[in-house]
């Protein structure tokens, strides 16, 4: 294995590999970092480019556009309250809150070491235990995966705020609005009221634009000028260390894990894995009340575990050929299209390029360090433009984002209407999150439930799988925890 | 007491008359399965979502509720919800009318025209009063949108209808 890392190094280390990491690592930023362009569209859009490419560079370009979209997600979440991609939407909880208090410079770093980390970690699991992990991940069937949304659905009690009971009945309209359009098992429409613009469902995107971005600008419309908020000051000079950083060893370990095991797991995504990991880190934080307040640690959690998704969600793709979302799907193509098809020949007949790849995984976070600090600079200047040109400026862009996503009004229209809806809610008193986590994790608790019972009958299989018995265990206590920290905070 | 009560939970009623809405709605709405018993129903999943909204809403109606009987039984004042002097509701539900004028006019008139539009008065509203910026940053913004969006990733934006 040494001689094929070392290989794979110096395969690495040419002037073609490194020309392609760079240039998928700054149409990644580039996309992650602005609402509604996403690593699935600059991987689409870099693909051709590959053809001529000859197989390493080729997936060394498209990775790097996944990596770096996956974090750039996480600067337009701190800086413009609007996160760039799914994958960052628990980065807004604490990352915009840092913004407001003038720690926007803080934030930003926090999110690229975070992400660095995070990337490191699941690359080198990626180098070393691709075989084992993915015999882990062949272990999760429908009931796991059911226990493992039921485990994302418990963090709602630690995100209601002071009322849980709002908390929940947010966390359900996220579930309804999932509900709408067409059934997961036999295609039978839903709640569509005979329009056939609801036939679609509602997307992911346009519903994050509407809750985060839109509500966000009926927000500061309704402030009279003189009391606009002023735009933060970016300077990233010893805004966060590396040494800040290894003081929350434990949650970038604890986050990394989970990323990896939820990347590792087909279907599942970043978004996920961020909120997983988000709620326990509040959990089991000896500061929970500082979470959604600007938290280091909260944004610590959240940036390690979705950049840890993104090599982890390689170790299916390469070792068994399922690939987990859109973008590995693509990858996979990419692959064939270089006459390479998944599976254990990659790590035999083409081990050289193989190990190429997994080591240029490595030195792309390594890239996506300095990159990463070039492009917070870059982005910074948006916080300068004053607010009465940035924030219709933004709501242009993310309302064009939400168009691109379907080329259809509609989903401009549900992006207004998710906005309306998180502006009310928040003035009285409800949390936008747990409806979030509704939305993210509504049809896949729906699939696996319905899938369990296809399988095995009844849902009572969980309780003799002893994965599932674990997650329903951690979640029954994070409820517990959440419930508890809730009564305490309305005590107070 | 009656009359805040009902101002601060304007929100929660509105969840409690939708969840009614659903709920009343699923049987017509969406069809019983087609497949056998072994599978579950299509309709379980909206039951559940709607029930859940309808039982958290209700309990935090009573809740609310119980907490307001509970201070005016100790002789406590129910404080009034303070009133932001530097926020106006008013600007929040223009600027919604405008998004909404928006959407309806964008494929009537095209995206660059409207859009020109909606950023002048979006700008001119949050404040903005430089008269060269007011006209400059709507039409050299929709421009620049329209070529990366519409010819570098060939997504085609509303186009003018006649």
Same mark, same amino acid.
């Given at each position: 294995?040494?001689?094929?890392?070392?290989?794979?190094?110096?395969?690495?280390?040419?002037?073609?590999?490194?020309?392609?990491?760079?240039?998928?690592?700054?149409?990644?930023?580039?996309?992650?970092?602005?609402?509604?362009?996403?690593?699935?569209?600059?991987?689409?859009?870099?693909?051709?480019?590959?053809?001529?490419?000859?197989?390493?560079?080729?997936?060394?370009?498209?990775?790097?556009?996944?990596?770096?979209?996956?974090?750039?997600?996480?600067?337009?979440?701190?800086?413009?309250?609007?996160?760039?991609?799914?994958?960052?939407?628990?980065?807004?909880?604490?990352?915009?809150?840092?913004?407001?208090?003038?720690? /926007?410079?803080?934030?930003?770093?926090?999110?690229?070491?975070?992400?660095?980390?995070?990337?490191?970690?699941?690359?080198?699991? !990626?180098?070393?235990?691709?075989?084992?992990?993915?015999?882990?991940?062949?272990?999760?069937?429908?009931?796991?995966?059911?226990?493992?949304?039921?485990?994302?659905?418990?963090?709602?009690?630690?995100?209601?705020?002071?009322?849980?009971?709002?908390?929940?009945?947010?966390?359900?309209?996220?579930?309804?609005?999932?509900?709408?359009?067409?059934?997961?098992?036999?295609?039978?429409?839903?709640?569509?009221?005979?329009?056939?613009?609801?036939?679609?469902?509602?997307? !992911?995107?346009?519903?994050?634009?509407?809750?985060?971005?839109?509500?966000?600008?009926?927000?500061?419309?309704?402030?009279?000028?003189?009391?606009?908020?002023?735009?933060?000051?970016?300077?990233?000079?010893?805004?966060?260390?590396?040494?800040?950083?290894?003081?929350?060893?434990?949650?970038?370990?604890?986050?990394?894990?989970?990323?990896?095991?939820?990347?590792?797991?087909?279907?599942?995504?970043?978004?996920?894995?961020?909120?997983?990991?988000?709620?326990?880190?509040?959990?089991?934080?000896?500061?929970?009340?500082?979470?959604?307040?600007?938290?280091?640690?909260?944004?610590?959690?959240?940036?390690?575990?979705?950049?840890?998704?993104?090599?982890?969600? !390689?170790?299916?793709?390469?070792?068994?050929?399922?690939?987990?979302?859109?973008?590995?799907? #693509?990858?996979?193509?990419?692959?064939?299209?270089?006459?390479?098809?998944?599976?254990?020949?990659?790590?035999?007949?083409?081990?050289?390029?193989?190990?190429?790849?997994?080591?240029?995984?490595?030195?792309?976070?390594?890239?996506?360090?300095?990159?990463?600090?070039?492009?917070?600079?870059?982005?910074?200047?948006?916080?300068?433009?004053?607010?009465?040109?940035?924030?219709?400026?933004?709501?242009?862009?993310?309302?064009?984002? /939400?168009?691109?996503?379907?080329?259809?009004?509609?989903?401009?229209?549900?992006?207004?209407?998710?906005?309306?809806?998180?502006?009310?809610?928040?003035?009285?008193?409800?949390?936008?999150?747990?409806?979030? #986590?509704?939305?993210?994790?509504?049809?896949?608790?729906?699939?696996?439930?319905?899938?369990?019972?296809?399988?095995?009958?009844?849902?009572?299989?969980?309780?003799?799988?002893?994965?599932?018995?674990?997650?329903?265990?951690?979640?029954?206590?994070?409820?517990?925890?959440?419930?508890?920290?809730?009564?305490?905070?309305? /005590?107070? | 007491?009656?009359?805040?009560?009902?101002?601060?939970?304007?929100?929660?009623?509105?969840?409690?008359?939708?969840?009614?809405?659903?709920?009343?709605?699923?049987?017509?709405?969406?069809?019983?399965?087609?497949?056998?018993?072994?599978?579950?129903?299509?309709?379980?999943?909206?039951?559940?979502?709607?029930?859940?909204?309808?039982?958290?809403?209700?309990?935090?109606?009573?809740?609310?509720?119980?907490?307001?009987?509970?201070?005016?039984?100790?002789?406590?004042?129910?404080?009034?919800?303070?009133?932001?002097?530097?926020?106006?509701?008013?600007?929040?539900?223009?600027?919604?009318?405008?998004?909404?004028?928006?959407?309806?006019?964008?494929?009537?008139?095209?995206?660059?025209?409207?859009?020109?539009?909606?950023?002048?008065?979006?700008?001119?509203?949050?404040?903005?009063?430089?008269?060269?910026?007011?006209?400059?940053?709507?039409?050299?913004?929709?421009?620049?949108?329209?070529?990366?969006?519409?010819?570098?990733?060939?997504?085609?934006?509303?186009?003018?209808?006649?």
């Amino acid at each position: 294995m040494l001689e094929n890392i070392l290989a794979g190094l110096s395969g690495v280390l040419t002037i073609d590999s490194l020309i392609a990491m760079v240039i998928g690592l700054a149409v990644g930023l580039s996309f992650g970092a602005l609402p509604g362009l996403n690593s699935t569209i600059g991987i689409t859009l870099l693909l051709p480019v590959t053809f001529t490419l000859s197989p390493a560079p080729a997936m060394l370009m498209l990775l790097g556009v996944y990596c770096g979209a996956t974090y750039a997600g996480s600067i337009s979440a701190i800086l413009i309250k609007t996160p760039g991609t799914p994958a960052a939407a628990a980065t807004v909880l604490d990352g915009y809150p840092m913004t407001q208090q003038g720690k /926007a410079p803080r934030a930003l770093m926090i999110a690229l070491k975070a992400s660095v980390v995070g990337g490191l970690i699941s690359g080198v699991c !990626l180098l070393f235990l691709a075989p084992q992990v993915a015999k882990v991940a062949l272990k999760f069937g429908s009931p796991e995966y059911f226990t493992l949304t039921i485990f994302g659905l418990s963090i709602i009690a630690s995100v209601s705020g002071n009322n849980i009971f709002k908390g929940l009945a947010m966390g359900f309209f996220g579930l309804l609005v999932k509900c709408i359009g067409v059934d997961p098992q036999q295609g039978i429409y839903r709640l569509t009221f005979g329009s056939q613009v609801l036939t679609r469902g509602v997307d !992911l995107v346009p519903a994050l634009i509407g809750l985060f971005a839109v509500s966000e600008l009926f927000t500061q419309c309704e402030k009279k000028i003189a009391h606009l908020q002023a735009p933060p000051n970016v300077t990233i000079k010893h805004a966060f260390s590396w040494k800040e950083l290894f003081s929350f060893k434990f949650t970038v370990l604890r986050s990394a894990i989970m990323g990896i095991i939820v990347g590792a797991c087909p279907g599942t995504g970043s978004a996920i894995a961020s909120f997983l990991s988000y709620g326990t880190a509040k959990n089991t934080s000896k500061h929970p009340e500082e979470y959604g307040k600007g938290s280091s640690e909260g944004l610590v959690a959240s940036e390690t575990a979705n950049n840890a998704v993104t090599g982890a969600t !390689l170790i299916p793709m390469l070792t068994l050929g399922i690939p987990g979302d859109g973008v590995t799907a #693509i990858l996979m193509g990419a692959l064939t299209i270089q006459g390479l098809s998944p599976g254990s020949q990659l790590f035999t007949k083409y081990a050289p390029m193989t190990y190429c790849v997994l080591v240029g995984f490595v030195v792309i976070q390594i890239l996506m360090y300095f990159m990463g600090i070039g492009s917070i600079k870059l982005f910074s200047y948006l916080t300068k433009i004053p607010y009465y040109i940035l924030m219709p400026m933004v709501f242009v862009f993310c309302m064009v984002g /939400a168009y691109a996503c379907g080329t259809s009004t509609i989903d401009m229209l549900i992006a207004v209407i998710f906005g309306l809806i998180a502006y009310i809610a928040s003035k009285f008193g409800y949390s936008i999150t747990p409806m979030l #986590i509704g939305i993210v994790l509504g049809s896949i608790c729906e699939q696996n439930v319905v899938k369990t019972i296809g399988v095995y009958g009844s849902l009572s299989v969980i309780l003799t799988r002893p994965i599932c018995l674990v997650f329903l265990a951690i979640s029954v206590v994070f409820i517990v925890i959440g419930v508890r920290n809730t009564y305490r905070k309305g /005590a107070k | 007491m009656a009359k805040n009560y009902l101002k601060e939970n304007i929100f929660t009623l509105a969840l409690v008359v939708l969840s009614i809405f659903v709920i009343v709605n699923i049987p017509s709405q969406v069809k019983e399965s087609l497949l056998s018993a072994s599978t579950i129903s299509p309709r379980l999943f909206p039951y559940i979502a709607s029930g859940g909204i309808l039982i958290c809403s209700i309990l935090n109606l009573i809740l609310d509720f119980i907490g307001m009987v509970l201070k005016v039984k100790r002789g406590e004042e129910i404080p009034e919800k303070k009133r932001n002097e530097n926020v106006s509701v008013y600007r929040a539900i223009g600027t919604v009318a405008l998004v909404f004028v928006w959407l309806f006019i964008l494929e009537k008139i095209g995206f660059i025209i409207s859009t020109i539009i909606i950023l002048f008065v979006l700008s001119f509203m949050m404040g903005n009063r430089n008269k060269i910026l007011l006209v400059l940053f709507p039409v050299c913004f929709t421009l620049l949108i329209y070529f990366v969006f519409g010819e570098l990733l060939h997504v085609s934006l509303p186009e003018i209808l006649f």
